[in-house]
């Protein structure tokens, strides 16, 4: 476990945005255009004034376009060395021993930027997304549902990382808005599916990462070479229209009940912000396949404690409705990438891959609403006597996800959504 570090210009010790985190984002203002900014407790450092500022030293003698970007993807492909450098840069000019940016109190108005005064944006572009099914208890919990709970698993699960190919245009911020989609839906006892707008929407807890190095088209990767491409993590709320869902699934897979809307954090939190919250994963039996398989000793779960709550149309409360951890999953996210790499597929930088639906074994970590009510049997009973069994227009999710041990926080901030009524 790493040290506390302590810093001329403190932050509570209950914010997500410490100086052991400072996750990466894409922000503007009123008087400049979108750019790179790190954050940090409830302000934003501007890296474009640093670098103009001299304080980055050899970090700085990149062209200016690196930072005065509106996306993380350039920064992505200078590598992980360079990343960790800039960090470890950072987290010195914020260190209580080091005066170069703390003596400089003229310089502290224009690095320094308040949350309140600026706007964030999607924070890199993203080429392709690839959405996992990697929680145990979640799949057993959804195959119980539809299929036979004794044998909910299909034969494949304990094999392979299950995934598919999602929709990555229709990826927003969490503070975007998203409307109630419509679709074909099969109602009861009807022979004849209706176009109309979904009666189940739902989200998805979820955590997702970022791939910061591409490979060429047939190349495959090593689980050796995967921490040279994880730049870092994000919230991640796969919405769905389960009714759309049911319909449409058979025989292929997720479309049009999931392409509507999926919603991410702003800030990326970087692999070495989580690095001393790493642990052990589950005993995977039967044994994987040999490309699958981790190094000795390395650990590629997180310890990261997950939450999501509701406020529905009307309240002015927050009513937290499910508590998970990223550790819940069964695959880990090595073994996600290398399995997206093995049959050859090239991997861009920005590519999202996003861990499926996370949930615990007890009925207070289900991460969706189709598992929490056990689609509509079981209607949830919320403040003041209302229940819900889906979201409601009007409804506003809210996500969070945070860690912390020894004095140490890093967390993700919050991303929270309004459902709007179908167009």
Sequence with gaps: ??????????????????????????????????????????????????????????????????????????LMEEGKAYRVALRDRLQELLSTDCQDLQEDTALHSEVFVSMANAKMHLPFHIPNYTDFYSSEQHAINVGSMFRDPDNALLPNWKHLPVGYHGRASSIRLGSDAVRRPRGQVLALREDIPKFQPTDKLDFELEMAFVNGKKTALGAGLSMDAVEEHIFGFVLFNDWSARDIQKWEYVPLGPFLGKSFAS???????????????????????????????????????????????LRVKGSDKDEVICRSNYQHLYWSIAQQLVHQASNGCNLEVGDLYASGTISGENEGSFGSLLELSWNGSKPLQLQNGVKRTFLEDGDVVIMRAFTQRDGIRVGFGEIRTEILPAN
């Design 1 to 74: 476990m790493n040290k506390p570090l302590n810093s001329w210009r403190p932050v509570a010790s209950h914010h997500d945005f410490s100086i052991h985190n400072l996750p990466f984002g894409i922000f503007s203002t009123d008087f400049r255009d979108p750019r790179i900014g790190i954050a940090y407790g409830d302000e934003i450092i501007d890296l474009m004034v640093l670098f103009e500022s001299g304080l980055l030293g050899d970090l700085g003698e990149q062209d200016l376009a690196l930072y005065y970007s509106d996306k993380l993807n350039g």
């Design 263 to 309: 919603s991410i954090s702003p800030w990326v939190v970087t692999l070495e912000a989580l690095e001393p919250f790493r642990v052990a994963g589950p005993q995977q039996e039967p044994p994987v396949a040999d490309y699958l398989q981790h190094p000795p000793q390395k650990k590629y779960h997180f310890d990261l404690q997950l939450e999501v709550a």
